[in-house]
């Protein structure tokens, strides 16, 4: 089985082979990263880079790949709406996460990157059943500058402080809106539930796959 991973940064590259090695044997996973999707879609939007995204999409599913995987919150949705018209799956790597918060009561959302706040927001609404829940959403100041200079210990410790931070008697669940985020779960003291979207994310698109 093969899958295709869209990415925005190669951070995730050694998270997603991590995973596959402990929880999805022989799984052949082909990464394609391209930063400059994410600075055009925090500049223009994230329509502006939908013909990017197909045509390398159309390029991976030619090689072979029987599902895609876009891991950058920001362009998930126009990667998925990609989908319909290549003929595998095209799942954005936040929706099973979504759908876990989406039964919580109070939600905070928290981002390094503001551009991800409103795609996540509108996710969780969407995988409501019956009435949303209450959704809040914070920035992680600071910490998307640390992000890019390449100081990753400064980046997931910003983004485990801002966890922490969160009062517990105002939330049932933190979500951490990009995947990148996903390592500073360990490092949170709350007691509230954190999610991150890389582990189920992947799960989602295996299974995808074998469908």
């Known amino acids: 089985m093969a899958l295709a991973l869209l990415h925005t940064s190669p951070v995730h590259v050694p998270v997603f082979d991590g995973l ?3 929880e999805h044997a022989g799984l052949a996973l082909r990464h394609l990263v391209s930063e400059e999707l994410l600075t055009r879609a925090r500049a223009q939007g ?3 880079v939908a013909g990017d995204v197909e045509r390398m999409l159309r390029c991976a599913v030619a090689e072979g790949a029987e599902a895609v995987l876009c ?3 920001t362009i998930g949705g126009v990667a998925e709406e990609v989908g319909p018209r290549l003929g595998v799956p095209v799942l954005r790597v936040d929706r099973p996460m979504a759908a876990l918060a989406a039964a919580a009561g109070r939600v905070v959302v928290l981002a390094a990157v503001e551009s991800t706040l409103g795609p996540t927001v509108e ?4 995988e409501a059943v019956g009435a949303p829940p209450r959704i809040t959403t914070r920035s992680v100041e600071g910490a998307w500058e640390r992000f ?3 100081d990753r210990e400064g980046y997931l410790a910003a983004v ?3 966890v922490d931070a969160v ?4 939330a049932d669940v933190i979500v951490l809106a990009q995947a990148s985020m996903a390592d500073a779960v360990g490092r949170a003291a709350t007691s ?5 979207s890389p582990r189920t994310g992947l799960a989602a698109a295996v299974e995808a796959a074998r469908g």
Do not use: F, Q, W
């Open 71 to 73: 891991t950058c919150s």
């Open 20 to 22: 596959r090695d402990a």
């Open 46 to 48: 994230p329509e502006a």
């Open 192 to 196: 509230l539930p954190v999610l991150a």
């Open 167 to 170: 009062p517990v008697a105002e």
């Open 160 to 162: 485990a402080a801002a």
């Open 123 to 126: 996710l969780i609404r969407s």
């Open 148 to 150: 890019e200079a390449g």
